[in-house]
Structure formats: C-alpha cells, structure tokens
C-alpha cells in the first residue's frame, strides 16, 4: 500500500463532483418555490472550495512536472482533459492514473452501496393484513 497524492482521492473525488452537481439540483428546488438565498450562499462556498481543489491539484501537477524536469511538456489535468489523443499524452500527467484510479474506485462503491441498498429494501418483509377475529 502506498500514500497517494493529496486532493485527488475519492473522498475529494466524491465532494468535488456533489459540489459541481449542487446548482444543478437546486434549479428543481427553485421550480418548486422551496429555495431559499441561505441555501444559494452554501451551495456558492461549495463551489469556491471545489474551485480551490481543482485549481491546486493542476497548480501541483505544473509544480510536479517542473520539478521532474518536464517543464516544457503540457501537464494540468487527468489525460489532457480526455483530450489531445488521449492515449498518447497521457503518461504526460502525473495525475491521470490516480484520478482515473479515483474514479473506478468511486463507481465500485458507490455500485456496492446502491446494490446493498436494494438488497436490505428486497429483503424487508410487506407488512401482512391483520385477520380479524369473528367473535
């Protein structure tokens, strides 16, 4: 086991993406009239934070690629931003393993944790209609 590089985990991964899809999902709370400005300020800080995160990891990875001696190659970004013949740049960026590893190790949990989700609802028993007693 090895110590990965900072901002780029899952945990990261995971309140990177929930902080991008929060404007998103509150466009249906506002359609409902149930929105509110508290609500916009916090979904705003979540956003300036994920912004900061996305905005460090690319800083480190210039950083990185500097230090190693690649300054003059085009890091910033997991494979180029799946851009730029994606395979062939993509040993380029010290981030495009770890990110890519990031995100099939999210999909498995979040895959594990809905499938056992289903299985505890499958697994309740429906409540059976009380007899009733002739008497």
């Known amino acids: 086991m090895f110590a990965g ?4 985990g899952v945990g990261t991964l995971f309140y990177v993406l929930i902080a991008i899809w929060m404007p998103i ?14 609500r916009w300020r916090l979904i705003g800080t979540q956003l300036v934070f994920a912004c900061g995160i996305m905005a460090s990891a690319a800083f480190a990875d210039r950083l990185l690629l500097g230090m190693l001696g690649g300054g003059g190659s085009r890091g910033v970004g997991p494979a180029r931003w799946l851009n730029d013949q994606l395979g062939a740049h993509a040993p380029q960026s010290i981030l495009a393993a770890p990110i890519v590893a990031s995100l099939i190790l999210l999909g ?25 007693s002739g008497g």
């Open 5 to 8: 590089l900072p901002g780029i």
């Open 25 to 38: 999902r509150e466009i249906a709370v506002v359609m409902r009239g149930e929105s509110s400005w508290a």
């Open 108 to 132: 498995i949990i979040l895959l594990t944790v809905e499938g056992l989700r289903v299985i505890k609802l499958w697994s309740v028993p429906l409540p059976q209609p009380e007899e009733e």
